[in-house]
C-alpha cells in the first residue's frame, strides 16, 4: 500500500491560500463567553432572507425526493425576465464563488495571465490558481479608484481574463461608466469578468453592472449573487449573464444539479421580491450614512462606499482594534487579508447593530487616548 505521504497534490496548488470567511457569531460567542455578538463580517443582508423566499421554501419541502431541474429554468427565466436577457445568457451556480470556479475551468490554460484589481475578492486568484495560471495585479489608483491605464498597460498576449469588482470588495469603490466603456472597447480577446455581486447598493449616477455590453455582444460576463441584497446566502445562489457563446462554454464545465431545488425555489421568490429588495436598500444607505458620520466624529478617514461596507482606517493599532471590537462581540473584517493592516472593513447592519459597533469603537479609541 502506498503511504498517502507520498500522492503529491498538483504543484499549483502550493499557491493556494485556503478563503479565510468572517468568524460565525456561535464561535465567538463560545469562544469569548459573550451574550451579545454581532457579526458585521460578510456583507450579509442585516433585515434576514427575503419573506417571499423563506415562505417559497417551506412550500417546497415536500418535492425533495427528486433531483432539482438541471437547468433551472423556472429561476433563469425570472433572472433573464429582470435583467432584460434571453435565458440562453443566462447561468445559475452554488453562489458566484462557484460561477469564478467554473469560468476558470473553461477559459483558463496553464501559464494564461489573469487581472486581477488589487486589493479585490480573493476567489479571483484561487481560480486562476487551480488552473495554472497567473494572477497579475493592478493596484487602485489614490483613494482606491479604478485605474484604466494602469489596467490596460497590464495587458499581454497571455492574457485571458480582467476581473472587475464593481463595487469593489473591500474598498467599496467602483469603476464609472466611461471608464468601462474605454476598458472594453481597447480590449480584443480577453474576457471582461464584472462582479456586480453589489450592484444593487450601488447608487451612482455613473454606475454600470455591464449588463449593456452582453446585448451589444461584447465578451462580458457580468457575475451577481444572492446572498447580498436578497439575503439567502446560506442557500447558495448565483448566477452570470454572458453572451450565448460564453454561457455555452461555462456550461460544459457545470455539474448538473449544481443549485439545489430548494435554492432555486428560494432565489426565483426573491428575485421578485421588490419590497425586500426596496427595504433593504433603504436601510443600507441610510446605514452607510449613519458610519459615515460616527466616522467623522471620530475623526477616522473612511472610504465613500458603493456597496453594503464601509472601509475605515483605524491605525496603526488596527489589528488590535480588531480584536477588542471582537472582545467586545463585534465581528469585523480586519484589512490584514488584503494588505491593509491599518484598516478594518465593517458591514452595514442594521441602525441599531450600527450604533453597538459605533459604541463600542469609542469606547476603545476613547480608552486608547
Ligand atoms: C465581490 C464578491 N463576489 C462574489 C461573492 C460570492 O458570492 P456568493 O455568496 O454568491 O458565492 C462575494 C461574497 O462575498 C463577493 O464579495
Known amino acids: 500500500m502506498t503511504s498517502s505521504h507520498t500522492i503529491k497534490a498538483r504543484k499549483t496548488l502550493d499557491k493556494i491560500q485556503p478563503y479565510s470567511p468572517g468568524k460565525p457569531i456561535w464561535e465567538v460567542q463560545k469562544e469569548l463567553g459573550l451574550d451579545r455578538v454581532i457579526k458585521l463580517a460578510s456583507n450579509e443582508n442585516p433585515l434576514g432572507p427575503s419573506p417571499k423566499a423563506v415562505a417559497a421554501i417551506q412550500n417546497g419541502l415536500a418535492e425533495l425526493n427528486r433531483y432539482p431541474d438541471a437547468d433551472a429554468s423556472a429561476l433563469k427565466k425570472a433572472i433573464a425576465n429582470k435583467f432584460q436577457v434571453t435565458p440562453q445568457q443566462v447561468i445559475t451556480t452554488n453562489g458566484a464563488d462557484e460561477l469564478i470556479t467554473l469560468i476558470s475551468e473553461a477559459f483558463l490554460e496553464a501559464g494564461d495571465e489573469v487581472i486581477v484589481p488589487s486589493p479585490s475578492f480573493s476567489e479571483y486568484d484561487f481560480g486562476a490558481h487551480i488552473m495554472g495560471a497567473t494572477v497579475v495585479p493592478v493596484k487602485f489608483k489614490e483613494g482606491f479608484e479604478y485605474d484604466v491605464d494602469a489596467l490596460l498597460a497590464a495587458v499581454t498576449e497571455k492574457t485571458k ?7 469593489n470588495n473591500p474598498t467599496g469603490t467602483y469603476i464609472p461608466k466611461s471608464d468601462l466603456d474605454t476598458l472594453v472597447e481597447a480590449i480584443d480577446n480577453v474576457l471582461v469578468v464584472i462582479d456586480a455581486a453589489y450592484d444593487h447598493f450601488a447608487d451612482a449616477a455613473d454606475y454600470t453592472n455591464g449588463v449593456e455590453y452582453i446585448n451589444a455582444g461584447q465578451s462580458v460576463v457580468t457575475l451577481e449573487t444572492f446572498s447580498k441584497i436578497y439575503g439567502i446566502a446560506g442557500v447558495r445562489v448565483g448566477f452570470g449573464i454572458a453572451p450565448e457563446s460564453i454561457i455555452q462554454s461555462i456550461l460544459k464545465v457545470k455539474e448538473p444539479f449544481n443549485v439545489n431545488t430548494l435554492a432555486q425555489i428560494a432565489a426565483t421568490a426573491a428575485i421578485e421580491d421588490t419590497e425586500h429588495v426596496q427595504t433593504s436598500q433603504e436601510t443600507n444607505k ?14 477616522l478617514t473612511y472610504v465613500e462606499s458603493m456597496a453594503n461596507f464601509v472601509l475605515v482606517q483605524l491605525g496603526e493599532d488596527g489589528e488590535e482594534l480588531y480584536k477588542q471590537l471582537m472582545a467586545n462581540g463585534v465581528i469585523v473584517r480586519h484589512g490584514k ?29 476613547v480608552k486608547q487616548a
Open 337 to 365: 487579508i488584503w494588505d491593509l493592516p491599518d484598516y478594518i472593513r465593517v458591514s452595514v447592519g442594521t441602525t441599531e447593530e450600527n450604533q453597538f459597533f459605533i459604541d463600542v469603537l469609542k469606547g476603545l479609541l
Open 286 to 299: 441610510a446605514g452607510r450614512e449613519q458610519l459615515y458620520k460616527a466616522f467623522k466624529d471620530l475623526g
Open 161 to 167: 481574463i480582467i476581473y472587475i469588482c464593481t463595487p
